[in-house]
């Protein structure tokens, strides 16, 4: 599957961003989708997960409360709805798949990537 996030942007702080992770293929539905995001010098950091129905969402703990993945399984999409954003969410954010199903917060686990989206939140 070949993913494609876009929506990132400059933000203020307290505001909020929708991000869009497009994926191509007629088998999106039957992969587990994520978000995880990375800054400068760090590991990718997960953000939130969502299983093939979309039923069942999990979030990092930085991000719990404010940030809401969903997906549109019609439409070959998966979102990550931003809220309250702080300054401290600045970060390229990418999308990813895994090849098998797993529940898993660990990039690494993960085999299919977007090219990743900057948000910017200023204070």
């Known amino acids: 599957v070949q993913l494609q996030a876009y929506g990132g942007g400059l933000v203020q702080a307290g505001g909020s961003l929708r991000l869009s992770c497009a994926a191509s293929g007629r088998t999106f539905s039957s992969y587990v989708m994520a978000w995880f995001r990375q800054t400068a010098g760090k590991e990718r950091e997960f953000v939130a997960r969502?299983?093939?129905?979309?039923?069942?969402?999990y979030y990092g703990d930085s991000v719990k409360g404010r940030f809401t993945i969903s997906r549109d399984n019609a439409k070959n999409t998966v979102y990550l709805q931003m809220n309250n954003l702080k300054p401290e969410d600045t970060a390229v954010y990418f999308c990813?798949?895994?090849?098998?199903?797993?529940?898993?917060?660990?990039?690494?686990?993960?085999?299919?990537w977007g090219q990743g989206t900057l948000v910017t939140v200023s204070s």
């Open positions: 990813a798949a895994p090849r098998e199903v797993v529940s898993s917060t660990t990039w690494s686990d993960y085999t299919y």
């Open positions: 969502i299983s093939r129905s979309g039923g069942d969402t």
